[in-house]
Nanobody, 123 residues
Framework: VQLQASGGGLVQTGGSLRLSCVAS????????MGWYRQAPGKQRESVAR???????NYADSVKGRFTISRDNAKNTAYLQMNSLKPEDTAVYYC??????????????????WGQGTLVTVSS
């Protein structure tokens, strides 16, 4: 399973960005999709997650500003980020928990990561 994240960039405080994450490969099923971020000198933290029932959860720091959604037909997750703040500056990583088809009618559960996309919010 491969994840391709895109949509990062430079934006001013108060601006918006929309991140996309496309999952491809031998996907059998996706349980949940999420976004994490890692700022310089800090640990990676969970930002938002959405499961197969479209139940979402968010970090307290982004509640009311970020919205996660998914398009199951396209195996794609989105993160709409509004009212961005300088403290949102980080590399954002896409994460998928799901099942991969490995042949002989078998599947394997996995936790997959994308390559990251940089979001920079200027003050």
């Amino acid at each position: 399973v491969q994840l391709q994240a895109s949509g990062g960039g430079l934006v001013q405080t108060g601006g918006s960005l929309r991140l996309s994450c496309v999952a491809s490969g031998t996907i059998w099923s996706i349980n949940s999709m999420g976004w994490y971020r890692q700022a310089p000198g800090k640990q990676r933290e969970s930002v938002a997650r959405i499961n197969s029932d479209d139940v979402t959860n968010y970090a307290d720091s982004v509640k009311g500003r970020f919205t996660i959604s998914r398009d199951n037909a396209k195996n794609t997750a989105y993160l709409q980020m509004n009212s961005l703040k300088p403290e949102d500056t980080a590399v954002y990583y896409c994460n998928v928990v799901g099942w991969e088809y490995i042949g002989d009618n078998r599947q394997r559960n996995g936790n997959y990561w994308g390559q990251g996309t940089l979001v920079t919010v200027s003050s």
